[in-house]
């Protein structure tokens, strides 16, 4: 195995969150983890960590089926320089990469963290450590949402062009990618979002934006050429409900929230609706794909902002408070931000 092992301390800075039933954390020092001799693991120096909304209630609301396998560090969303790597990785001590990674092992929120060969990619050269941080997660899920829940296989496949795509709460740090991969598929995109966002809805693709807060998803879809052919719902709850409204029958409802059928609106039933709801999965070939287009400038992340490690519990509670507009990143080699 590679290593620099003169760079590489005993003991890190570390998110840790003690109890999984709260959400307080406490910056500590932890034991710098190390990788499984004869594994895929390589050890990674943390330089930019975004954080997802609602992700401290995960370890109450989904227990790890082992939980001595993982300890209670939040964060899956990464970019760093790798310190560590077995020989049989396509990758090099030295090499700047950025990663989803499982959330059934343990959390990124530390100065150094584990990654497997699966979830890591070289990180596209264009962006800054922040944007790179936010973008694997979201980008992910985007993908997947579009190309795989909804069966419009890929960009360049032609599956999307003449469709209308629905993106509910496409500002949010999804969202903003779903827009932007439905716009480079051929799609016509519709979106919603507050008052604020508009203007950026539209920059990224949207050839319609609805603002949720004075018209309803219902009454908008009231007329039936306003119907579309794919729902993609990142916000959940009452938006949710109402893209079953707008969804022609025969067409593909996604959440990325929660459950689809409990969603169904009382009288919405006659409608033959594909739908469900889906956890991104973390798949290298994909994020590769991503990094390709975002270096050859067809698409982009959005950094809401950037905090240093120990600012964490302001940081959480800007992503926690739905009024990011994009990503929420913490800096863990920032001295004065």
């Not at 004869?38 to 939980?67: Q, Y």
């Not at 049989?88 to 959390?107: C, I, K, L, N, Q």
């Not at 302001?314 to 004065?336: F, H, N, P, Q, T």
Request: glycine share 8%; with cysteine; net charge negative.
């Amino acid at each position: 195995m590679d290593s620099k092992v003169d760079r590489i301390p005993s003991t890190a800075g570390a998110l840790l969150q003690p109890d999984p039933a709260s959400t307080s954390l406490v910056l500590t020092s932890l034991p710098v983890p190390k990788p499984k001799p004869n594994s895929n693991e390589h050890l990674i120096r943390v330089h930019a960590l975004a954080l997802c909304n609602g992700e401290l209630l995960w370890p109450k609301n989904f227990p790890p089926a082992d939980s001595s396998a993982k300890t209670l560090l939040p964060g899956y969303d990464v970019a760093g320089i790798i310190v560590e790597a077995p020989d049989s990785s396509p990758f090099r001590v030295g090499d700047e990469v950025y990663a989803r990674t499982t959330y059934a092992h343990t959390g990124c929120a530390s100065d150094y963290t584990i990654a497997v060969t699966e979830e890591l990619v070289h990180r596209p050269k264009s962006l800054s450590w922040a944007e790179s941080a936010a973008t694997a997660l979201s980008a992910q899920s985007a993908w997947q949402a579009l190309f795989v829940q909804a069966g419009l296989d890929d960009i360049a496949s032609g599956l999307a062009k003449g469709k209308r795509i629905l993106v509910t709460g496409a500002s949010g740090g999804v969202g903003l990618w779903v827009v932007q991969f439905a716009k480079l598929a051929g799609a016509e995109v519709i979106g919603t979002c507050g008052s604020h966002n508009i203007k950026l809805v539209e920059s990224l693709g949207a050839k319609e934006v609805i603002d949720y807060r004075t018209l309803s998803l219902q009454d908008w879809a009231r007329d039936a050429e306003n119907q579309v052919d794919v729902v993609i719902d990142c916000s959940g709850r009452k938006a949710l409900e109402d893209a079953w409204w707008s969804v022609k029958d025969g067409g593909v409802l996604v959440s990325i929230v929660q459950p689809t059928k409990p969603a169904r609106p009382p009288g919405c039933n006659e409608k033959n609706v594909t739908n469900w709801f889906f956890v991104m999965q973390p798949n290298r070939h994909q994020l590769e794909q991503i990094a390709k287009l975002i270096d050859n400038g067809k698409c982009s992340p959005l950094v809401d902002s950037v905090w240093r490690f120990e600012d964490y519990e302001r940081a959480y509670e800007r992503a926690d408070s739905g009024r990011a507009i994009g990503k929420v990143v913490l800096d863990l080699m920032a001295k004065d931000l």
